[in-house]
């Protein structure tokens, strides 16, 4: 076997082609610096070996004599030239890649067309020593027929082309595309593919993106837009409305602090006042979560405001009921009490206030009372390498204290008001016997408390530390 390839060294090349194909297959596309190194290595053997044969591929393959060998011959130079194209167009795609990302697939797509072509033109020209001048008309007039043929085909092309170049949209940007919204998954020679909120898949031709109207949800970076419009009562006074929608917006934490949140009348008639609370998120995928949150809060506040939703059917003998009763009735804890021990309840039931900044129940401290917020928004901080990071807040309905209340330990959270802020005080003389009779209550209060104290936990933990990878490129890079 040896003898053959030192006798023949044809098929030591051939060998190295194949040997090429068949690693680019067997190494996996995490290795793909050692995919490069491995295939410039090859054609680097491949271009030994043909010219240590003298076979120049700049010139016709000699033993014109020996049609088998000649053959062999002309077609491993032609090889040449097309393994040399396919190795450069894999360098550049691997610089690309580097510096502008997935963006350039396009161009480099375009690049490696425009490289191949000239591999074919030079093989035809030194190798099978055709006339250029020739091949290049027959070529030219032929583009003319298949451009003719492909004219909306090559619209969409060198439309992708001008967006690649002008760059309004990139993968994983947010858009929208004459009203047809979705994420940027893919930008190739034809068309552009979103993914619609929906999860299906929308394909919309670079020609018809490059004239459409083109919103990008995702510019400025890190800044999406989120409004929820809250339908009120005509005859609320606005002034309590927007008051309360403020403390709404103010208990939503995802909320960007700049640019600032709004609260705003969008319209009113003799059917009721619409308002409207507007701001921005970091992400895409919080405006659902973030929305969904706003308008809840928006009914709590309002409702603690004495304020109703236009939508909301309101019984008799809702409002004859007192503040502190109608809180029991709302909580989510307390709502399973009999109305006569609901009633009970409201009559031991104090108000306390608080200005904003003022703190209710400091980290570490055991309370002797359960807090339940009537009005207003607190926030709740835990300290963190000694730092302050706050954790969440808090509105109308949640309860304050019950670590003390149950196991007579405190929480390692700060509760501050945000806001002005109204809360009823229940003492733990007379709670606990409750807690102890009904064992309902005492497990949705013992739920809570675990969820506190596990997000406390995960919140102040050290997270991992990932070692940043290290390919070859990068390595090499480094040693330069």
């Excluded at 167009?89 to 396009?106: E, N």
């Excluded at 700049?258 to 008639?269: G, M, N």
């Excluded at 936990?457 to 070692?467: F, G, I, K, M």
Aim: charge should be neutral; hydrophobic fraction near 45%.
């Amino acid at each position: 076997m040896l003898s053959l390839l030192t006798e023949h060294p044809l098929f030591s090349a051939l060998i190295l082609i194949l040997l090429d194909l068949g690693l680019w297959r067997l190494i996996s596309s995490r290795g793909s610096e050692w995919k490069l190194l491995v295939r410039v290595l090859i054609f680097a053997l491949f271009s030994i070996v043909l010219f240590n044969e003298g076979l120049n591929p700049m010139e016709p393959a000699p033993w014109a004599d020996n049609v088998p060998l000649h053959l062999a011959a002309t077609g491993l130079q032609i090889g040449w030239w097309l393994f040399g194209a396919r190795t450069l167009t894999v360098l550049i795609g691997a610089v690309m890649m580097q510096r502008v990302g997935h963006t350039g697939r396009l161009l480099q797509d375009l690049l490696g067309a425009v490289i191949f072509l000239i591999a074919i033109i030079a093989a035809l020209a030194y190798v099978l020593d055709l006339p250029v001048k020739g091949v290049l008309a027959t070529s030219g007039a032929l583009a003319i027929i298949v451009g003719l043929a492909l004219q909306s085909t090559l619209s969409d092309v060198f439309s992708g082309i001008v967006l690649n170049t002008t760059k309004p949209y990139q993968l994983d940007d947010w858009i929208s595309i004459d009203g047809t919204e979705g994420r940027v998954t893919d930008i190739d020679w034809r068309a552009t593919r979103l993914q619609t909120s929906q999860g299906s898949m929308a394909v919309i031709p670079n020609s018809l993106a490059a004239k459409a109207k083109i919103i990008n949800f995702s510019r400025p970076s890190n800044m999406f837009g989120v409004s929820v419009s809250v339908p009120v009562s005509p005859h609320a006074r606005p002034s309590s409305v927007i008051e309360a929608l403020e403390r709404a917006m103010q208990g939503c934490r995802q909320l960007l602090d700049t640019p600032a949140p709004s609260v705003s009348l969008k319209s009113s008639a003799s059917g009721g006042a619409e308002y409207e609370i507007s701001g921005f998120v970091a992400s895409m995928g919080e405006k659902r979560v973030v929305r969904n949150q706003l308008f809840d809060l928006a009914y709590r506040h309002l409702q603690a405001s004495g304020v109703n939703l236009l939508s909301s059917n309101e019984t008799s003998a809702a409002p004859q009921l007192s503040r502190p009763r109608a809180l029991l009735e709302s909580s989510p804890i307390f709502s399973t009490l009999r109305e006569e021990e609901k009633d009970t309840f409201s009559q031991n039931m104090t108000l306390q206030t608080f200005r904003a900044g003022e703190t209710i129940l400091a980290g570490g401290e055991v309370s002797d009372h359960l807090f339940i917020i009537e009005s207003g928004v607190v926030s709740v901080t835990l300290k963190r390498h000694d730092a302050p990071l706050e954790s969440g807040r808090m509105g109308p309905g949640e309860v304050i204290g019950e670590a003390g209340i149950l196991s007579d330990t405190a929480l390692p959270a700060d509760f501050s008001a945000k806001t002005f802020c109204a809360l009823y005080r229940i003492e733990k003389s007379y709670l606990k016997p409750c807690l102890d009779a009904r064992h309902d209550i005492h497990d949705a209060m013992q739920a809570l408390l675990d969820f506190r104290l596990h997000k406390a936990q995960s919140l102040t933990e050290d997270a991992p530390v990932v070692a940043p990878k290290r390919g070859f490129l990068q390595w090499l890079r480094n040693r330069v």
